[in-house]
């Protein structure tokens, strides 16, 4: 599928975008190279190829969801200018 300068004219307008011919030629030269790049792709025999979300079939090593560490909440609230039942309290910043 190859554009043509009047159609690259009209998604100018439509686009309200303001360009010479000089711009209109690049740009029809360059989506022209795109869809040849996307004809030469879809040109490839995908059939028995079944869809990957990634191109490497990588999987994640995770760690059980455990706790790990002990409660300290009270001793580090203790350096708290101020809180309040398990709440650090902060100045209002937007009234």
């Given amino acids: 599928m190859a554009l043509e300068l009047a159609q690259i004219h ?3 307008h439509l686009a309200r975008l303001h360009i010479t011919e000089v711009e209109a030629a690049d740009v029809s ?3 022209n190279s795109i869809f040849g790049l996307i004809d030469q792709m879809q040109a490839v025999n ?4 079944s869809p990957t979300a990634h191109a490497q079939d990588l999987v ?6 455990v706790v790990t560490e ?10 708290a200018p101020a809180s309040e039942e398990g709440y650090y ?3 209002k ?3």
């Fill in 10 to 12: 009209r998604l100018a």
């Fill in 89 to 91: 309290l902060v100045p």
């Fill in 70 to 79: 002990r409660d300290q909440r009270d001793h580090f609230q203790q350096n």
């Fill in 29 to 31: 030269q360059k989506l």
């Fill in 46 to 49: 995908t059939q028995g190829v």
């Fill in 93 to 95: 910043v937007i009234e």
């Fill in 60 to 65: 994640l090593r995770l760690r059980p969801d």
